[in-house]
C-alpha cells in the first residue's frame, strides 16, 4: 500500500493531504518561463520540484496531466503593468521575429530540461496561440462588472474582488504598501492590465485585434486562460517560483475567481529561491548561469539535479561551485557503488517504505536521499538494486544506468593484443600488458561471458 501525499499548501499555509477533485487524477499547471532569453539554473530549479510532484503522484498510482505554458508575449519588465514588453524588447534588440526569438529559447528549455531528467509536460501551451481565450475571459470579466478602460488598456479593479490578496496574506495595509506602484490612471494600486493597448498600433512585432482595440494581453490572463482551457475551472494544483505569490498568482486568482464564480485551484504549490552570493539569480539582473555553461565547466546536468533533491524545494538553496563539486563527488560515488550491487529478484520493503513516507511527506527529497545513502550503508539490507530501481522513478538521477565509456583507440589495441597473447596461452605477457592498461586508468575484469573494460573509478 502506497503512502498518501501531504503538500504544504501556500493558499492555506499548512500541509495537506492532497484530495484530488477526481479520483486517481491530477491535474498540475506549472507556470513556464518567458522566452526571452536563456533560462538560467535558477529558473530550472523551479521545475525540478514540481517534476517530483508529478513523479511522486504517478508513483502513488495517480494518473497526471501537467500543463507548461511558454510566455511569449505581454509579460512587462515592470510587475506594475508598465515598462516594455520582454519579448519585443529582446527580439527588437537582436534584430529578429519576436516567434523566432520565443522558439529558438523554447527549444533550448526543451533541452535543458531534458538533461536534468525533467519529465515533459502532457502539454505545452503558448500564450500567443491562446489569444483568442484569453479576450473571451476579458470580456466575461467585462459583463461582470470587474473592469474599467484606462487610457492604456483594460484593467480589472482589484477592489471588486472580495478575497484579493488571500494567497499572499496580504492584509488591506499590504495592498497599500504596495503604494510604491504609481497608481497613475488605475483606480487601486493593485489594479493590473488584463489587455493592454499598442501605443502605435503597426509599431509593436505581435499585436492583436480586439473589442477593445489594437494590443496584447496581460501577462497574468495569460495563465488564468490557459490553464482553464486544459484543465478546466477548478484543478488540482497550480506551481511556481515564490515570486509568483504576491502579484501573478494573486492576480490569477482574482480573475479566474471572478469570472467563473468558482473556486480556481485547490493547492498552490512554490519553489524558495536559488540564490547566489546571497541573491536570487535572476535573468534581468544578468547573474546567470545555465546548464551549458555548468557543463562546459566540466559538470553534468545531473550533478545541478542532484544538488537542488539535497535541499528542501521550500528552503532557499545557495548555490556555489563548490557546492556543485560536492553535489558531483556524492552523486558519482553514490553511482560507483550502486553500479557494483547485484541483482537479488527482492525488495527491500523496511527501506522502500521509508522512502515512499519521505517522499509523500511534502517531498521530502533531502530525506529520501538519506534513506538511500542508510540502505547502502546497510551491511545486511538485501534487495539493494531493485528498491532502488524503485526510487529513481522519483528521483530521476539515472542511478542504474550504465555510462557506456568509448574506450581510446590505444586501449583498444592493447586489449586486442591481450587476447591475442591469452588465446596463445602466453599468460606472463597477457598479464603485463594488463598491468599497463590499469597504469593507463582502465580495468579489464574477466567474466563468465568474456571480459569487461571499464574506467578505473576512484572511490
Ligand atoms: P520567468 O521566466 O521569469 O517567469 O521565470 C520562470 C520561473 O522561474 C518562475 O517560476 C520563477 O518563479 C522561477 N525563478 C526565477 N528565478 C528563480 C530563482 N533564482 N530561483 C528559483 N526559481 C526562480
Ligand atoms: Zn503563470
Known amino acids: 500500500m502506497h503512502e498518501k501525499l501531504k503538500i504544504y499548501n501556500t493558499l492555506t499555509r499548512k500541509k495537506e493531504d ?31 520540484f514540481p517534476d517530483i510532484l508529478k513523479r511522486v503522484l504517478i508513483y502513488d ?37 519576436a516567434k523566432d526569438i520565443a522558439d529558438y529559447y523554447f527549444k533550448i528549455f526543451r533541452e535543458d530540461l531534458k538533461k536534468i531528467n525533467v519529465l515533459e509536460p502532457s502539454e505545452w501551451t503558448k500564450a500567443t496561440e491562446n489569444i483568442k481565450e484569453q479576450i473571451e475571459l476579458i470580456k466575461k470579466l467585462e459583463e461582470k462588472g470587474y473592469t474599467y478602460k484606462t ?22 495595509e499590504g495592498i497599500k504598501a504596495g503604494k510604491r506602484i504609481a497608481v ?33 494581453p496581460g501577462w497574468h490572463i495569460e495563465c488564468s486562460a490557459m490553464s482553464m482551457k486544459y484543465l478546466g475551472e477548478h484543478f488540482d494544483i497550480h506551481t511556481g517560483g515564490q515570486d509568483h505569490i504576491q502579484i501573478h498568482h494573486t ?3 482574482a480573475q479566474s475567481e471572478a469570472a467563473t464564480g468558482k473556486k480556481f485551484v485547490n493547492y498552490w504549490v512554490h519553489g524558495a529561491w536559488l540564490l547566489f552570493r546571497g541573491e536570487k539569480i535572476s535573468k534581468s539582473s544578468g547573474g546567470l548561469y545555465t546548464i551549458s555553461e ?20 521550500r528552503k532557499p538553496l545557495s548555490f556555489t561551485f563548490e557546492n556543485l563539486e560536492t553535489a558531483k563527488n556524492s552523486y558519482q560515488r553514490l553511482k560507483n557503488i550502486i553500479k557494483e550491487l547485484k541483482e537479488s529478484g527482492k525488495i527491500n520493503k523496511k527501506y522502500l517504505q521509508e522512502f515512499e513516507k519521505a517522499v ?8 529520501a536521499l538519506q534513506v538511500l545513502w542508510n540502505l547502502l550503508r546497510d551491511k545486511k539490507a538485501e534487495g539493494k538494486k531493485e528498491t532502488i530501481k524503485e526510487m529513481d522513478k522519483i528521483f530521476g538521477l539515472d542511478l542504474l544506468r550504465e555510462d557506456k565509456i568509448e574506450l581510446p583507440a590505444e586501449i583498444k589495441s592493447m586489449v586486442k593484443q591481450r587476447e591475442e597473447m591469452r588465446k596463445k596461452g602466453r599468460w606472463e605477457e597477457a598479464d603485463r600488458i594488463r598491468d599497463e592498461i590499469k597504469d593507463k586508468g582502465y580495468v579489464i575484469e574477466d567474466t563468465k561471458d568474456g571480459f569487461l573494460v571499464k574506467k578505473e573509478q576512484k572511490m
Open 18 to 48: 492532497f484530495k484530488p477533485i477526481k479520483p486517481g487524477f491530477a491535474g498540475i499547471y506549472t507556470c513556464g518561463p518567458t522566452v526571452y532569453w536563456y533560462q538560467h539554473i535558477g529558473n530550472l530549479r523551479s521545475y525540478i
Open 61 to 97: 498510482g495517480f494518473k497526471v496531466k501537467q500543463i507548461i505554458n511558454i510566455t511569449d508575449v505581454g509579460h512587462l519588465t515592470s510587475d506594475a503593468d508598465t515598462g516594455e514588453d520582454k519579448m519585443e524588447k529582446a527580439a527588437k534588440k537582436e534584430g529578429k521575429a
Open 151 to 172: 487610457s492604456d488598456g483594460i484593467y480589472f479593479n482589484t477592489s471588486k474582488f472580495k478575497d484579493y490578496g488571500k494567497l499572499a496574506g496580504l492584509k488591506k
Open 184 to 216: 497613475g490612471e488605475k483606480k487601486n494600486s493593485t489594479d493590473f492590465a488584463l489587455w493592454k493597448f499598442s501605443e502605435t498600433p503597426g509599431e509593436r512585432l505581435q499585436e492583436w485585434n480586439s473589442p477593445w482595440g489594437i494590443g496584447f
Open 251 to 253: 492576480n490569477e486568482i
Open 294 to 313: 555548468l557543463e562546459k565547466k566540466g559538470f553534468e546536468p545531473l550533478d545541478f539535479r542532484y544538488l537542488c533533491l539535497g535541499t528542501h524545494y
Open 360 to 367: 509523500n511527506d511534502d517531498m521530502d527529497m533531502p530525506r
